[in-house]
């Protein structure tokens, strides 16, 4: 049984138009303190990509993926 | 500013001096014949959003730094030298600018405003004060490329989920290879964005017209071109070069993304293998009778916009009209047209910035343009505009719909 993720802020990104995801979710984890988790929930399949290379490349980190029927969650650990 | 970070935008300003640069900053006569053609200027009529204004400001810190008289006298050489307030006005000269090209139509000496503006990015870029969405797009972007074999399968899965939608539309038996990837000897490489809106419609298409294709791991879109990064637009860009060529494709076709289509198509040299946007393929599909669609389908009033980057420096005019005039009843253009036409204000990674209500005043003249046709249907050929357009629509309460080229061929196949 996996462990449960509670998330200080959720964000609905579905529908939204390339690069919109990526960017909202920059600009609120900038606004997040460290070691807070941010629940993104998203329809584009390029968030699969998009979403980890961003976090590799700010240095956060993606902690948990659920894939649902129409539509990802992503769990973002802001870490700097 | 320190002397030593002065000398090296210097000499970033100085690695930009070839001879296009330097004709374009010596021979403008400030006859301000730019200043209405400006979609910027024209929302917001401040001389700061004209083009000769913009690029009055890098040209007065070229004459600073590349010209005797600016050097020596000047104020009466009319040069500025780099400090913290030229680097702001270097910052809003560049990003209230989308690269359009309108104004270079009605240069008498064909200057090119967003070639000079390149060196606005690039100091800012070296000065650390370039719009941080853009880098960090660009970034992600960067990483994307290096380290793709660990994000293959996350993308893998989410694109099977895909391939069931291309079944239903297309009434197949199976959903099996409807999206193929790594498809050794492919004809096409097509290459997305990230919203399964850019991969769904075009895979319908591709499948309609029996297309031996395959889809690219990454994104179209070069944020390192409009973050004005030499390096990381040529590292973006290379990532699929790479990817066609490792495939043996004989074709990369370009998703509506205006800058991502000029880019390979006339910004990388020489490329063994073809590049065209998604909108001449559809063009040729029925022109070849690959697809069919159904024709005046659509009943209301429509028109189209031209995206500056396909249309004005991209030459794409008449297949996208070819098509709608071939779907629509009642097919409106806009005024003016084609070459001339309006950008839409969103074009030159505008719409990533956090800039709503500039874009929406900037936008005026495309909210003009859309009402002066009495459409009901607007659409387009690029992610950019689409996102722009909608922009318009909803800060000016247009009563019309805007739609993607590709979105509305694939709702009108007929399968």
């Known amino acids: 049984m996996s462990e449960e993720i509670k998330a200080n802020v959720t964000m609905d990104l579905k529908g939204l138009a390339c690069p919109l995801p990526v960017v909202r979710v920059s600009q609120q984890v900038k606004k997040m303190k ?24 700010t240095g956060n980190e993606i902690v948990k993926i659920d894939k649902g029927a129409s539509s990802t969650k992503f769990y973002i ?3 700097k | 500013m320190e002397k030593e970070k002065i000398q090296e935008l210097r000499q970033l300003v100085k690695s930009r001096l070839n001879r296009p640069m330097r004709y374009y900053l010596d021979v403008c006569t400030r006859c301000g014949l ?64 989308t690269g359009c090209r309108r104004c270079m139509m009605f240069c008498p000496f064909g200057v090119d405003m967003p070639h000079i503006l390149s060196i606005a990015k690039l100091l800012l870029i070296g000065y650390g004060n370039a719009p941080e969405e853009l880098i960090m797009l660009a970034d992600s972007a960067v990483e994307k490329g290096k380290s793709i ?35 050794q000897n492919a004809d096409v490489l097509y290459v997305g964005l990230s919203g399964a809106h850019s991969i769904v419609h075009p895979a319908v298409i591709f499948n309609a017209a ?29 990532r699929i070069v790479k990817e066609a060529t490792s495939l043996n494709v004989k ?31 559809i ?5 070849d009778g690959k697809i069919s669609i159904r024709e005046g389908a659509i009943a209301d009033a429509l028109t189209y916009h031209d995206p500056c980057q396909l249309g004005r420096n991209g030459g794409v005019y008449d297949e996208p009209r070819y098509v709608l005039g071939a779907l629509a009843k009642d097919y409106r253009e806009m005024s003016p047209t084609r070459e001339y036409n309006w950008c839409c204000g969103g074009g030159g990674g505008l719409v990533a910035l956090d800039n709503e209500d500039f874009r929406v005043k900037t936008g005026k003249a495309k909210k003009d343009q859309i009402t002066a046709t009495g459409a009901k249907i607007v659409v387009s050929a ?22 993607s080229l590709t979105e509305l061929v694939s709702e009108n196949l007929i399968v």
């Open chain 2, 382 to 403: 690029c992610e950019n505009c689409i996102l722009q357009l909608n922009t318009i629509k909803n800060g000016y309460g247009l009563d019309v719909e805007v739609k």
């Open chain 2, 149 to 183: 074999d660990s994000f293959k399968e996350g993308y893998r899965e989410v694109i099977r989920d895909l391939e069931t939608q291309v079944q239903e539309r297309l009434k197949l038996p199976s959903s099996e290879d409807l999206i193929p990837m790594e498809k």
């Open chain 1, 34 to 57: 460290i070691g807070e988790i941010l629940e993104a929930e998203t329809t584009d399949p390029g968030a699969h990509a998009d979403f980890p290379a961003w976090a590799k490349s």
């Open chain 2, 283 to 287: 063009y040729r599909y029925i022109k």
């Open chain 2, 210 to 238: 029996k297309e031996n294709w395959t889809l690219s791991y990454f994104e179209a879109v070069n944020f390192g071109m409009f973050a004005g990064d030499p390096e990381k637009m040529q590292f973006i860009a290379n």
């Open chain 2, 34 to 97: 730019c200043y209405d053609t400006c979609h910027a200027y024209y929302g917001i009529p401040k001389k700061e959003y004209s083009p000769v204004n913009r690029a009055e400001v890098v040209r007065k810190v070229y004459k600073k730094y590349f010209r005797p008289s600016g050097f020596a006298f000047p104020y009466w050489g009319d040069a500025t030298k780099l400090d913290e307030r030229v680097m702001d006005e270097l910052k809003e000269a560049a990003f209230s600018c």
């Open chain 1, 77 to 79: 650990k802001k870490l």
């Open chain 2, 251 to 281: 074709e990369v076709v370009i998703v509506e993304c205006g800058t991502a289509y000029r880019i390979p198509k006339f910004l990388l040299g020489p490329l063994p293998f073809k590049v065209t946007s998604i909108v001449e393929k």
